[in-house]
Each structure stands twice: as C-alpha cells, then as structure tokens.
C-alpha cells in the first residue's frame, strides 16, 4: 500500500499560479510512476500529468501551463500551475502506480485537493 497526502490547492484568480504537491508514504524510486488527475462533478477522473521513468506527460490543456516534477530525498512530487483557467477548476487527485506481487500494476490515489480558479 502506497499513502499519498496532497497540499497546495485553494482560491486564485485567472493567471494565477498554484502548486501543489503530493508525499508518498515510501521512497518514490520504487514506483513506476506518479501523476495527477483532476474530476469534475459529474465526470470521471482525467489525466493531467504523469511522470515515469522520469519522462512527463501532459494532457494537451495544460501543456506549456503546467509543470510536473519530483523530488526524491522528499518521496514528494510537485504540480506546478501556472496561467491558471477558469476550467481548471477541479479537485486533483495524486496517484502512484505501483508493481505487486505477480507483475501486477496498481493504482494508489490520495484524497484529493480542491483547486478553484475564479474569472
């Protein structure tokens, strides 16, 4: 079992900058990979970001706007949010991607942190 704990989210006006980050319980090193998701009400969770094997992926909304990262002494990794949208209002959602036993892939998710962007 893998915890992830996000930070970060709140209140900022269109244009602004957010980041929010997410600690893991155990030595991220040994996880295939990390990303964030958002959900909106209503609709299933998205990708926004992924990093694995140290390559990011963006979803094309936020390319150029967004930025993922890590830092492993801190087992945390970082969404930084610039040029914030309206639309990007969300909760998002960290998740780690873990190998079990047999080669199994699976999905750890943390509670969530709300993120509203006001026009």
């Known amino acids: 079992q893998v915890q992830l704990v996000e930070s970060g989210g709140g209140l900022v006006q269109a244009g602004g900058s957010l980041r929010l980050s997410c600690v893991a319980s155990e030595s991220i090193l040994r996880i295939y990979g990390m990303g964030w998701y958002l959900q909106t009400p209503g609709h299933q969770r998205e990708l926004v970001a992924t990093?694995?094997?140290?390559?990011?992926n963006y979803a094309d909304s936020v390319k150029g706007r967004f930025t993922i990262s890590r830092d492993n002494a801190k087992n945390t990794v970082y969404l930084q949010m610039n040029s914030l949208k309206p639309e990007d209002t969300a909760v998002y959602y960290c998740?780690?991607?873990?190998?079990?036993?047999?080669?199994?892939?699976?999905?750890?998710w943390g509670q969530g942190t709300q993120v509203t962007v006001s026009s």
């Open positions: 990093l694995t094997g140290g390559i990011p």
């Open positions: 998740n780690a991607r873990k190998y079990g036993n047999r080669g199994v892939l699976y999905d750890y």
